[in-house]
């Protein structure tokens, strides 16, 4: 089968032959012959575009069908996630309940490739936004919070308003 570039370049040369021949003859009229090889040849290029438009078809049912794949594989993830938050609560339940303390008060158990312990971390959660004083917020494009200056208050007692402090646990060693 031809290519779009020969079948181009044939229009080109049969285009090209019936306007030589119109000027040399003082003629409108085409031979028989020129109008049946420019049909032949734009019937291949029909042909051509429908061959590029059922294989484009193809293609976007690829991208269709990749899409669904990625929307399926992105819950998967996220189901996988949850899980994982899931099973990460019980392991911090139970080492919390059956762990021994080490030096710096936190609960740990031992496993065969080391130690699982639960940490306790702090941070700040903003409760309402429209309450924290203006020193605490960046003006940006939008409103953002200076949480390591409120943690840092909220650890020495300082009541900062909007603010509370939020204390959550992560494990290290899993």
Do not use: W
């Not at 939008?142 to 603010?163: A, N, W, Y």
Request: aromatic share 6%; net charge negative.
């Amino acid at each position: 089968m031809k290519t779009f570039f020969e079948i181009n370049n044939e229009l080109d040369q049969i285009f090209t032959v019936i306007e030589d021949y119109c000027i040399e003859n003082e003629t409108d009229e085409i031979p028989d012959l020129l109008i049946e090889n420019l049909i032949l040849v734009q019937d291949q290029l029909s042909d051509k575009v429908q061959d590029y438009k059922s294989y484009i078809n193809y293609l976007n049912g690829n991208i269709e069908g990749i899409d669904r794949q990625i929307k399926d594989l992105q819950s998967a993830k996220n189901r996988f996630k949850k899980r994982i938050d899931r099973l990460k609560t019980v392991v911090i339940e139970s080492v919390n309940r059956f762990g021994d303390e080490n030096k710096s008060g936190n609960k740990s158990i031992k496993i065969l490739t080391g130690n699982v312990t639960v940490t306790k971390s702090k941070s700040v959660e903003v409760v309402d936004i429209d309450q924290i004083h203006n020193d605490f917020k960046t003006e940006v494009i939008e409103i953002k919070i200076d949480k390591k200056e409120i943690l840092k208050l909220l650890k020495e007692g300082v009541s900062v308003d909007g603010c509370q402090l939020k204390i959550s646990e992560s494990l290290r060693g899993l």
